[in-house]
């Protein structure tokens, strides 16, 4: 006799706000994984690429929103619909069970063959295989009253509650109230509200203020500031930074936090947060890290040590759920870190291992009662904190390397440039000659960074991409230094403008090398002259032989070797000609020159047109035979030396010390 079943339809429920802002998140993660090759082909499609992805998450959302999760049971035909674009569908009597597992409503159909559409079938296959059920709805979509009707409707009997609600009672009773993951998610949110309101910004903060604030770097964390590698779990490079781990602290941390207990949950997660840090420092050594990201990678690390070991009193279903979730994200995160420079996978790695680690000593915290969690977690907390001081010592210790270098090369800046500053002070009250000072250059600041660059010489290489990095940007660094002084002393023994002017390039070009090594910053530096550099150092040759050229003329013409025709002739030829030569190859390269040279070239533009006006003046007087315009003239050649100072202003001492630092 043909079995006869009730018409019923049950709807889901529709997905939340977060729910809705999960895609967007993800949506923009995947916009960061795909930008460097949408970069490398044009930069404006970057901002449609973003744009793109958002519109089809937020189809795909508005499309869930209007057909939620529904079943359909009508004139003996069952139809599920999963998702706004997969239903499945099948005659009655092959639904061979459907109920409600971990808050989850699952179907299992008495034969594939009967299910339709037939291309979905291997996936519905390979779903029994992996949790014992065909079909599988999101989690809390359908209440258990919706699976009833359903079960009534097809004659089966009534569940009386959820197949895993003896082990979530359980979980409840132990641990009634989640307390710590909200407590944690309110002091990163409260610590970016914070530096956000003093100047640090929503959404890229310096890495210098970062580490004002307490972000984790190297060369301070490995000599005495241990502490950052705590302080940096709770700091965070921008609101999409901080939104993506909140999102996915939220949604993992209370089933950990339950599972161990708040004060086990606790001592796991900062535990691997530290670990994370001390992985970070370990690995790159120089750069500047911050974020809650180590910290949770160690909750799922936790979770998969927590479920490692088939235990009883967890579900099978539930075991799988978990372990599969937790190799996901360790599995999305390597490859997000891999494709994204700049992203710290050491810390990733790092807290993960610890959490594991972790899970494995509390994996029997959910099987006991608070005894028996007092005793694991304070033999968690004395076993991590002897591995801490450990790790701390070996940072502090690690031999003269790369980073503790770096350290000496801002105190030996510091140190040169109080040298000079007292050399020039002696100098400019008439206690010491310019000679003195020249030598004072070469036998107090030269021999600073020779002794520095030996030092890189005899550093032992190390393993890692950002030590490669920051020993050549190092010696890169000390090179443009050790130029700088020794062209600056080459200035002041001969008084030589051309020989000032290409110190104070290097020096602008030791501070860019420097600025240039950011969170994100990867790229190899190097130090390729531009033509703007070149035609600048053309400018000041051309400016010197014009001068030379101008005080021999004006010698001859004082001393009457040269009549007024030759005079005016050799002038034009040998002064005005010589410096409108050096003067157009200079603007015509300062139009092509780095945005970061742009006030050094107004500045030199206002010197050209001061001297070139006075240069023009000397050239009519001698013409004209008029005086007026000859006073005229040297009144401008004297603006245009004060012009030239400005060319390269000294910075103060204040600025000086906030340079180094």
Known sequence: MERR?????????????????????FAVIIYYVIAPWVIAFDSKYLPLALIFLLILNFAARIRAFRRPPRVILERGGFSLRLFSNLTLKTPAANVANIDLRANRMTVTFASLHAVEPAKLRTWLHGNFRKH?????????????????????????????????????????????????????????????????????????????????WGANFGPLTCHGQWWRLFSSLFLHFGMLHLLMNMYILRDIGP?????????????????????????????HGAIVSAGATGAICG?????????????????????REHRTNAIMFVVLSTALASAIPGIDIAAHLGGFVAGFLCGLVQRGNQLFGAGRRIS????????????????????????????????????????????????????????????????EIRTAILPMYDDLADQLKRVPRQK???????????????????EAWELMRESIANNN???????????????????????????????????FHKEFA?????????????????????RGDVNAADLKAMFNRDVLAVWQKGTKRFLAAAKECPVQDLPIVERTRKYIDLKSAGLLLLAQSLREGDQTKSAAGYKKLEEAAEAAKEIWPKPSNVDAEDQNK
């Open 376 to 439: 694991r977690n304070l033999g968690l907390a004395a076993a991590a904190s002897v591995a801490g001081v450990v790790a701390i010592y070996f940072l502090s210790t690690r031999s003269a390397d790369i980073v503790a270098l770096s350290i000496q090369a801002g105190k030996v800046d510091t140190a040169a440039d109080a040298s000079f500053a007292a050399s020039m002070q002696r100098q400019e009250s008439g206690s010491q000659t310019a000679v003195a000072t020249s030598a």
């Open 255 to 283: 089933v950990v936090e339950r599972m161990l207990g708040p004060v086990g949950f606790a001592i796991g997660y900062l535990v691997s947060g530290f670990f994370g840090s001390v992985a970070s420092v370990w690995w």
């Open 497 to 531: 403008l051309v020989a000032e002017g290409l110190a104070h390039l290097r020096n602008e070009a030791a501070q860019r090398l420097v600025a240039s090594q950011s969170l994100r910053g990867h790229d190899k530096q190097t130090r390729v002259a531009t033509s």
């Open 299 to 319: 909750v799922f690390g936790m979770l998969l040590g927590l479920v490692t070991v088939h235990q009883h009193s967890i579900p099978a279903a539930i075991i």
């Open 132 to 212: 014992g059920c065909h079909a599988m709805a999101a989690r809390g979509t359908f209440s258990l009253e919706q699976v009833n009707q359903l079960r009534l409707a097809l004659g089966m009997p009534v569940q009386s509650a959820d197949l895993y609600a003896d082990y979530e009672a359980t979980l409840h009773q132990m641990t009634p109230r989640v307390i710590v993951t909200p407590a944690l998610i309110a002091a990163n949110v409260a610590m970016f509200v914070v530096m956000a309101a003093l100047g640090a910004g929503f959404f890229m903060p310096d890495p210098q203020l970062m580490v004002q």
């Open 538 to 558: 053309v400018l000041m040759v051309a400016d010197a032989e014009a001068m030379q050229a101008l005080a021999i003329l004006y010698g001859q013409d004082s």
């Open 5 to 25: 079943f009730a018409d019923v339809v049950v709807t889901g429920r529709r997905p939340n706000v977060m729910e809705l802002l999960g895609p967007v998140l």
């Open 464 to 482: 890692g991409i950002e030590q490669d990095r920051l020993r050549t940007t190092l010696a890169e660094y000390v090179e443009l230094k050790r």
